[in-house]
C-alpha cells in the first residue's frame, strides 16, 4: 500500500518528512538526526523505480505511461511504502496518476 505525501513546492513536505521520519526510523538512544534519513520516504516518480520495471524514459511522456505501473511494482511487496510527490491527483495526456 502506498501512503502518499503529496504537496507544493515549499509548503512543508521537507519538514514533515523530517517529522515522519524521526518518529518511525530514528533510533535517539543510538543516533542523532540527519537529512540522509530523509531518503527513507523516496520521491515518486524517480529513475529507480523506472529502471525497477524497464522504463527507460525519454520524456515526460514516458514517464505519465509509467505512473500506474510502477505504482503497481512498489506495491508487489506487501507493505507500507511512505512516498512524496508533487504530483498532483489528476492526470497527464490520460495517464492517470492515482
Known sequence: MIIWLASFPKSGNTWMRAFLCSYLYLDLDKENF??????????FPNLNQLNNIGIKPKSFSDV???????????????????LKTHQAFGNFENFHFL
Do not use: G, V, Y
Open 34 to 43: 540527519t537529512f540522509n534519513l530523509l531518503k527513507k520516504i523516496e520521491r
Open 64 to 82: 505519465a505511461k509509467s505512473w500506474i505501473p510502477t505504482q503497481n511494482h512498489i506495491n508487489l511487496n506487501n507493505k507500507i511504502n511512505l
